[in-house]
């Protein structure tokens, strides 16, 4: 028989290093539930007032009148999402060029847009209103507005992102045949990885939808105003029928895009 | 240089001179001293890892060169603008060995990216901006190697040989003085093998173009070099013309 004591043990004694970080992480999650003021009482204590909540919204407000309205702010809250979405994407590619390492700028440019797109993806989506709000007043205009900018701060990033991925092989090929850089680009670099910008720009979509509904809150337009109405005027059943009708609409909006990315990109992967 | 001297002296294409190429702190190879005469075809034979690659994109300036010169086509590519380079590779081309075209274009559309050191501009980015002459001259580049009829298809939609044959097509194009081949057939079976082996050369021939060539097949550094060139340690270890070798002679760069 082999020695039992010659085999790996059945657990690796961590280093000294490694013990230090499990008890340094712990102590972080304590830390974290204790500023989050997490208690024990209000978890018990929470169910029967969540179910007095629920009791109170249910059935959800389903007259007809209330419905069209609401209908009237989705659909405002999605034309509000897909427009501030597309301008998004679309001034994206341009900024994603500059934003790409060892494409057409320089490592420079490359730094400072990379670090603008950083602080436009820092400052959240619902500030981002709040600033538009001021600039030019109350309305989609400004939740539009609100998504393109935070469009921006994903797509520019992840758009280059995806340009530095792709396989240099046929970029190499064309370079070796004096082509310039901007031809290469557009000829070898842009073709690769447009399958990875129709995914990324629809992910973009969705998160888009997701965004809108709740600029409503600050007064950039869209349904999240009629949440907002509903809870300060304790209208329970409308807000529930506004919360299972944003739910809807997103889970839809997240299938159909699925869909989209399977038809649009195909059988390549 | 006079006119008269040009006719009398052999035109190099490539004039490398003590080329030195090192990764960080990694040597790849040193003090690499060759020369090509026009419409020569070498190839560069070696090992795994003994740096033929680094080499062949060394004498594109494609990789910059730790120390040493190399002049291709009347050039010096050592720290050079990126203008003069330009100019330099609108008489060069590149066939790899992942044949590397752009697969969601079609196979016309990839030819004609072969002119783009020539004509810069969106109007060569797509066959359906193309002008006319460079329609007909990718056309006649596909007839070349025998793919007119599949002009219109998606380049990922091809076989192995088939995409090397637009790769060779695309390569031809802007009618190059010099083409450097990494391993032209390494990812294709031995028959297609072969045959982009033939059409290759038959065609370069023809053109007489210059051509330095990698390969893992002893038998096509052979068949269809002039010369070959052989890496091993680090250093040039082998420079003679095909025919005065034999089989066994390269067999020992491999060890």
Not at chain 1, 48 to 76: H, Q, T
Not at chain 1, 110 to 133: H, S
Not at chain 2, 80 to 86: G, H, I, K, M, S
Not at chain 2, 204 to 215: A, C, K, L, M
Request: hydrophobic share 50%; charged share 20%.
């Amino acid at each position: 028989m082999t020695d039992i004591s010659s085999f790996p043990r059945r657990v690796e004694r961590p280093s000294a290093l490694a013990f230090l970080g499990y008890v340094l992480a712990i102590a972080i999650v304590v830390w974290a539930f204790q500023g989050a003021g997490f208690s024990l009482d209000k978890v018990l204590t929470s169910p029967p007032r969540f179910a007095d909540f629920m009791s109170r919204a249910f059935p959800p407000n389903l007259e007809p009148d209330v419905l069209a309205r609401l209908g009237r702010k989705m659909v405002e809250t999605l034309q509000i999402a897909f427009a501030g979405a597309v301008l998004g994407v679309v001034l994206s590619l341009p900024v994603a060029l500059l934003a790409a390492r060892g494409l057409i700028a320089g490592p420079w440019i490359n730094g400072i847009v990379r670090n603008i797109l950083g602080f436009i993806r820092a400052v959240p989506d619902i500030a981002w209103a709040l600033v538009f709000v001021v600039a030019v007043g109350l309305g989609p205009f400004a939740g539009t507005l609100a998504i393109m900018i935070d469009t921006v701060g994903f797509c520019g990033r992840f758009f280059a992102d995806d340009m530095e991925a792709v396989d240099k092989g046929s970029a190499e090929a064309l370079t070796a045949t004096g082509a310039r850089r901007l031809d290469v680009t557009a000829c070898a670099t842009l073709p690769a990885a447009a399958p990875a910008f129709v995914s990324t720009a629809l992910y973009a979509l969705e998160k888009a939808v997701r965004s809108s509904t709740i600029l409503g809150l600050v007064g950039a337009g869209g349904i999240g105003i009629e949440l907002k109405v509903g809870f300060d005027l304790f209208d329970y059943p409308t807000a529930m029928t506004v919360i299972l009708m944003i739910a809807v609409v997103v889970i839809a909006i997240e299938a159909l895009s699925t869909w989209a990315r399977k038809i649009i990109i195909g059988e390549q992967r | 240089m006079s006119p008269h001297a040009s006719e009398t002296l052999p035109r190099h294409d490539v004039s490398v001179q003590r080329l030195t190429k090192n990764f960080g702190d990694t040597p790849i190879f040193a003090d690499v001293s060759f020369r090509l005469l026009r419409g020569e075809a070498v190839a560069l034979v070696g090992a795994n890892g003994t740096g033929k690659s680094t080499l062949l994109r060394c004498l594109l300036g494609l990789i910059p060169a730790s120390s040493g010169t190399v002049e291709v086509l009347g050039r010096r590519i050592s720290q050079p603008r990126p203008a003069d380079l330009r100019a330099l590779r609108c008489r060069t081309g590149l066939v790899a060995q992942k044949h590397n075209l752009v697969p969601r274009l079609s196979v016309l559309s990839n030819v004609i990216h072969g002119l783009l050191g020539q004509h810069s501009g969106p109007r060569y980015w797509s066959q359906s901006f193309a002008p006319a002459q460079a329609r007909a001259a990718a056309m006649e580049a596909l007839d070349q190697v025998g793919l007119g009829h599949l002009a219109g298809r998606r380049a990922d939609r091809l076989s192995g040989g088939q995409s090397q044959r637009v790769a060779i097509a695309r390569a031809l194009i802007g009618q190059p003085q010099l083409l450097i081949a990494d391993e032209p057939c390494a990812s294709l079976d031995p028959a297609a093998g072969e045959e982009i082996m033939a059409l290759f050369f038959k065609l370069v021939r023809e053109n007489g173009v210059t051509v330095v060539f990698t390969s893992h097949h002893v038998d096509h550094a052979l068949d269809y070099g002039d010369r070959v060139l052989g890496l091993a340690g680090g250093k040039l270890a082998l420079d003679a013309t095909a025919a005065s070798l034999s089989t066994s002679d390269l067999r020992g760069l491999y060890d």
